[in-house]
Nanobody
Framework: QVQVVESGGGSVQPGVSLRLSCAASGSIRRLDTIGWFRQAPGKQRALVAVITIIGNTNYAESAEGRFTIFRDNSKKTISLQLNSLKPDDTAVYYC??????????????WGQGTLVIVSS
């Protein structure tokens, strides 16, 4: 079993920063591509940022220049630094991980999400 748990969400004012964390645990041999997604009220879940096992990153246009995704493979954690937050960033943020288990199975898992509210 592989699990990911997000943390770090909260209610903040526009313009401030927040760091979200995703901790992976379980029978993990290797964490491959990890992504952060978000789902705003009334909208579909959408990709925010993704990072590969070698550290290549890709961002949604809305996140480019403001958000940074990074990972610590030794600690099995993936973080998303959110800067210059806007009300439009209000959403539930989800971590998605592709992993290879100790039994050499490739799995994809989602966390339960962490809520970010940006409001004055």
């Amino acid at each position: 079993q592989v699990q990911v748990v997000e943390s770090g969400g909260g209610s903040v004012q526009p313009g401030v920063s927040l760091r979200l964390s995703c901790a992976a645990s379980g029978s993990i041999r290797r964490l491959d591509t990890i992504g952060w997604f978000r789902q705003a009220p009334g909208k579909q879940r959408a990709l925010v940022a993704v990072i590969t096992i070698i550290g290549n990153t890709n961002y949604a246009e809305s996140a480019e220049g403001r958000f940074t995704i990074f990972r610590d493979n030794s600690k099995k954690t993936i973080s998303l630094q959110l800067n210059s937050l806007k009300p439009d960033d209000t959403a539930v943020y989800y971590c998605n991980a592709v992993a290879v288990t100790t039994q050499w199975r490739r799995v994809e898992v989602w966390g339960q999400g962490t809520l970010v509210i940006v409001s004055s």
